[in-house]
Every structure is written in structure tokens, then in C-alpha cells.
């Protein structure tokens, strides 16, 4: 038999049989442990549950915004989101003929404590995902709602301002990609350390944070081909309820892989970060 290249060779030949045997096993159980995790967390239904609220809280705090900068402002503010240009028309139309004034200060907070129901939603995900008992409550933790929402606006705003950093480094394809991968990675760790706090498991969250990443390099990919024609299409064919419809059928896809980036993250840290148990004699 040929002699093993790579990582194998630093095994000793005595060794290798049961450092197969205990990989094998590992990774098959974490298969078989990731399925059972999907059943457990009903990771479709709450991806949907989080696509809905998404779409109820983040673009309500959008047109919110859209009316407080201003008409001369509005076309920006669709350039820095990456609306096409028929959301971009939508917008103007349902804003047309609104001022600043017409978002008093009783509605910003009512628009704000609307969006909390997404805050609600990702913090009972979390909850189960790592089996966290003590939920947060008080007056803290509905702050900490609030400023998940807002760091969420935050993000779509400056995701832009990303692009434009990533343009004025070498190779800016590459470093464009990283630069997302870096943002998506600390998106992904900071939403549920703001919603949690402490009760957020280190090792689960951050290990999370990459797997979200890594899965986002693609569907960043994927969506910049798809979405676009996506919007396009559903606004020719059936009008305003189109777009709503591919939007939230877009935010299901976020909403998945950032749960299923959470379960993979755990089982990751529950396997590989833990001491391997020793072997039966």
C-alpha cells in the first residue's frame, strides 16, 4: 500500500486505524445529531416565523427613516440599501407627499417597539437552539431588543459603506468577499450577544458566527445573481404583492442559514471542542 501524504503521515501507523475509526465516528454522529437538531429546532418553521418579522419590523424602521431624511434624501438612501429600481419607484409612491413631521415622536417609538416582535422571535430560536432555561426579561432585555433591531438597520445601511472599503483594497473581489465574510461573522456573534447577554454559550456562539459566514460567501453570491431579476420579475407579473412575496421569500433564506449556522456552530463546539472521550478497552 502507498504511504500517506498530508496530516496522515504525522499519525504513527499504529494509530491510524483507530484515529480513522474515531473521526468516521465522529462525524457520523454529528450528521446524525445535526438531523435530529433540524427536527428539534423546527428550523423551518422558525425561519419563517423570522422572515415574517423581519419583513413586519426592519422595512417599516426603513420607511420611517425614508420620511424623517426627506425627499432629497430618499434616492440615496434606496442607492445605499440596493434597491432596484422598481422597489425604488414603490418607495417614492407610498411616500410621496409625507414630511418629517408625519413620524412624531409617539410614532418613531411605536415603529420601534413594533420591531421588537423580530427581537422576540430570534431570542426564542436562541433559546432553544442551545436549550438556554432563563430567558432574559426587565427593562434590560427590551432594550436590548430595541438595539437589536437598530444594529440590524445599521448593518443594511453600512453594507454599502463595506463595498466601498473593499474597493480601495488590493484585489478587491477577494477582499470585497472577505470583508462581507468578516461583517456577516460579526453580525452573526453580536445579534445574539445583545439579545442574550451572558446566557449565550461562548464556544456555540462564535463557532456560529463562522459557520454563518462561510454560508453567506455563497448566498451573497447566489443573491446578487438571483434577487435582482427576482424583484424584476414579481413586480412585472403581480405588482407591489410581488416584491413583498420575493422579499420575504429572500429573508427565509437568511433567516435559515442564520439558524442553521447556530445548530451547526453547537454541535461543532459540542464535538470537536470538547476532550475526545477515551476509548472502550
Not at 436562541?126 to 433591531?149: C, F, H, M, N
Not at 455563497?218 to 404583492?241: C, F, H
Not at 421569500?249 to 463546539?269: D, E, K, P, T
Request: one cysteine or more.
Amino acid at each position: 500500500m502507498p504511504e500517506p501524504t498530508g496530516w496522515e503521515s504525522r499519525i504513527p501507523a499504529w494509530l491510524r486505524p483507530r484515529a480513522a475509526l474515531w473521526l468516521g465516528g465522529r462525524v457520523g454522529r454529528l450528521v446524525l445529531d445535526g438531523a435530529g437538531e433540524l427536527v428539534r429546532v423546527q428550523i423551518f418553521d422558525r425561519s419563517m416565523t423570522l422572515a415574517a418579522q423581519s419583513f413586519t419590523s426592519v422595512f417599516p424602521l426603513l420607511i420611517m427613516l425614508a420620511a424623517l431624511v426627506g425627499a432629497g434624501h430618499r434616492a440615496r438612501l434606496a442607492e445605499v440599501l440596493h434597491l432596484p429600481a422598481t422597489s425604488e419607484r414603490l418607495l417614492q409612491q407610498a411616500l410621496s407627499g409625507s414630511h418629517s413631521n408625519a413620524f412624531g415622536v409617539v410614532g418613531c417609538l411605536i415603529v420601534l417597539l413594533s420591531a421588537t416582535g423580530l427581537s422576540r422571535a430570534l431570542v426564542r430560536s436562541y433559546l432553544v437552539v442551545w436549550t438556554v432555561r432563563e430567558k432574559p426579561g426587565g427593562a434590560a432585555a427590551s432594550g436590548r431588543q430595541i438595539g437589536t433591531v437598530v444594529v440590524l438597520v445599521v448593518f443594511l445601511l453600512f453594507a454599502r459603506v463595506l463595498g466601498w472599503v473593499a474597493s480601495l483594497l488590493p484585489a478587491p473581489h477577494v477582499s470585497g468577499v472577505l470583508v462581507a465574510f468578516v461583517a456577516d461573522c460579526a453580525l452573526a456573534v453580536l445579534l445574539p450577544w445583545l439579545l442574550l447577554g451572558r446566557r449565550a454559550p461562548k464556544g456555540p456562539l462564535l463557532a456560529g458566527g463562522l459557520v454563518f459566514g462561510l454560508l453567506m460567501i455563497a448566498v451573497r453570491g447566489a443573491g446578487a445573481i438571483y434577487l435582482p431579476r427576482a424583484l424584476q420579475s414579481s413586480a412585472d407579473r403581480y405588482g407591489t404583492i410581488g416584491l413583498a412575496f420575493t422579499y420575504i421569500g429572500w429573508l427565509y433564506v437568511l433567516s435559515f442559514c442564520l439558524l442553521l449556522a447556530a445548530i451547526i456552530g453547537n454541535l461543532l463546539s459540542r464535538e470537536f471542542l470538547t476532550a475526545a472521550p477515551a476509548d472502550e478497552p
